[in-house]
């Protein structure tokens, strides 16, 4: 039995993150607070029960309390005056780090709001595990989350991210990760280097690397299955990341339907190349079509 003393915590709410996939990834504070808490809250509550069962936690009586997306203001209510009461209230997401693609923000909110107290305790997440499995760069990284569903509002969303000089991060599901794929090759860049991470620390692990548009390729080829987590390099602003013959198949589809200038900027952009150098080329493409 983890904690048999219950040594009773500080009135407040705490965030745990949870295993993403190996039950023993939790960390020893995580199990403390875990059998200490007046109070538990999950994201699912069946998955956090397990994880008790697990290491030897018992509920003894303690409530668990179903706290999700859609959870309504009585359940917020409902946590917020047990920490108003003097008790101490955990929160956990069904895997991962609360608030990281994961429900909490407006609990955790509203307990700042009224001046309680927020603790976190740190551990597994799955944007973070991907990127030191990535082999890219760590030193800066943009976490994006999940993109728009749908291909519009996705193609807006890459396009704003093309140029930013970090690795970036984000989560898709398995059922639509080739098509995103396919369109970031498009959009950013089809020799831009990128990962992809599946099912994390657990028995099928797979990490797939190479460029967006051989990732696509693989992609379109497989039925993925299990929590995916897609990086792709930085958008550095020169030519190192692409290749000269992608930046000439992608001026020469633009200039079809555009000016010099008005392709220069939108391949510029989507392949977050300087658009001097982009421009430069798209004059000399632009001579030989006429």
Known sequence: ??????????????????PIGAARDITLRALDILGAADVLAAEDTRSLRRLMEIHGIALGGRPL????????????????????????????????TPMVSDPGYDLARAVVAEGHALISAPGPSASVTALTLSGLPADRFL???FLPQAAGRRKTALA???????????YESPHRVAAMLRQAAKVLGSGRKAVLCREMTKKFEE??????????????????????????GAGEGDSENVKEIDLDRELTEAL??????????????????K???VYQRALVLAKGME
Do not use: C, W
């Open 256 to 273: 079809q339907t555009q000016s010099v200038r008005d392709a220069a900027d939108a391949v510029s952009t989507r392949l977050g190349l």
């Open 65 to 96: 309390v179903s706290y999700h997306d859609h959870s309504t203001e009585a359940v917020r209510r409902r946590l917020l005056d047990a920490i108003s009461e003097g008790k101490s209230v955990v929160y956990a997401a069904e895997a991962g």
């Open 207 to 232: 990490v797939l690397r190479g460029s967006l548009q051989e990732l696509a390729d693989m992609a379109s080829e497989r039925t993925f299955k299990g929590e995916i987590v897609v990086l792709i």
């Open 160 to 170: 704003e991210l093309a140029a930013v000089p970090a690795t970036l991060i984000l």
């Open 143 to 145: 976490f994006a989350g």
């Open 275 to 277: 658009r001097r150098e």
């Open 1 to 18: 039995m983890v904690n048999p003393d219950k040594t009773a915590l500080t009135p407040g709410l705490y965030l745990i993150a949870t």
